[in-house]
């Protein structure tokens, strides 16, 4: 049996314990109070590392590319996670060519990031097939999530992908719809469509097509090499010609708008650079505003969030650019519903 003695010992020493204790606490306690630490904030005391994979990236002499990134890291900025602080970013450029992307991803998964930021078609694509289990924000303007297998549902994906995704079939009838107020009698368009992508925005023009009254020739361009060959294949007198979205064509935007102009044909696509360049009308996603989403995405991922519990967002601001020196240049009057609309006018 403990003495009286042995008993009022081991009383003060647990005592000192809980003493000892509740002064780490409180010294904890303050440290939170003065330097504002949150349980989020311990989180990101851990350097995270994302990875990238996309077509064009930092480092690009694309003016809009370039902007869309700073949106991206900006928007993780605001939510406390930094490159070179306590975020570190793996770059992956495949440059649009389908096999690289798979490299690309493949080599993402075995660095074991913490999430990858897949922004097209492609590489979102290569990322699903690489992994099943690293978070995964996917930026893409050609499928349809859960037709592709990519998610179960717009409000709960299930899944490791979520992200910013275009509904195709809607799209396409605004770019037809504007065709049609520049051009009064429509009825022949010429459809450039790179498969790699995949075949969304094609089934959505010829989904709409009948209700705008317009037949379709459908030119397959797989590669930059056959984007000049495209155009001598037009069959008849073409009317217009629109540029279906892949990354490939987002690349080459240039050259696709001198050959419409070569060709004395007005021509729309989802790329603002394709305006810029001199192709008459350009409407698509702004892409600052959907990189700020999808960095959002990827700061809440990092937070804590699953991507099996975030819903899949839609692009909410869209760009229409309408060069109008170029549709002076083809003889084109443009209505005040389309000059109105504008976001802006080239000169």
Known sequence: MMSTKACKHHARAGADINIRIAAALLFAGALLAIFGWTGESWAQAKTARIGILASQLTGTTDDATRQAYESFRRTLAEYGWVEGKNLSIEYRRPRGDPPQFAEGAAELVR?????????????????????????????????????????????????????????????????????????PGLSRVVVLWDPNPGTAHLQGVQKVAPSFHVQLQILEVRRPGEIDLAF????????????????????????????????????????????????????????????????????????????????????????????????????????????????????
Not at 165 to 175: Q, R, V
Not at 303 to 310: E, Q, S, T, V
């Open 111 to 183: 660095l074991k990031v913490d999430v990858i930021y897949a922004d097209s078609a492609p590489a979102l694509r290569a990322s699903f097939a690489a992994t099943r289990t690293i978070p995964t924000v996917g930026l893409d303007f050609t499928n349809d999530p859960v037709a592709a297998g990519y998610a179960q549902s717009y409000g709960r994906p299930g899944g490791n992908v979520t992200g910013l995704f275009l509904d195709a079939p809607e799209f396409s009838g605004k770019w037809l719809e504007l065709l049609k107020a520049i051009v």
């Open 232 to 347: 001598s294949k037009f069959r008849g007198q073409p009317q217009v010609v629109l540029v279906l979205p892949s990354p490939m064509n987002y690349q080459y935007s240039p050259q696709l708008a001198s050959l419409t102009m070569k060709h004395r044909l007005p021509g729309i696509a989802m790329a603002r650079q394709f305006a810029e360049a001199g192709g008459v009308l350009s409407y698509g996603p702004d892409l600052p505003s959907a990189h700020e989403r999808c960095g959002a995405l990827v700061a809440r991922i990092l937070g804590g969030a699953k991507p099996a519990d975030l819903p899949v967002e839609r692009p909410a601001k869209f760009n229409l650019l309408v060069n109008v020196k170029t549709a002076k240049s083809l003889g084109l009057t443009l209505p005040d519903s389309v000059r109105l609309r504008a976001d802006e006018l080239i000169r």
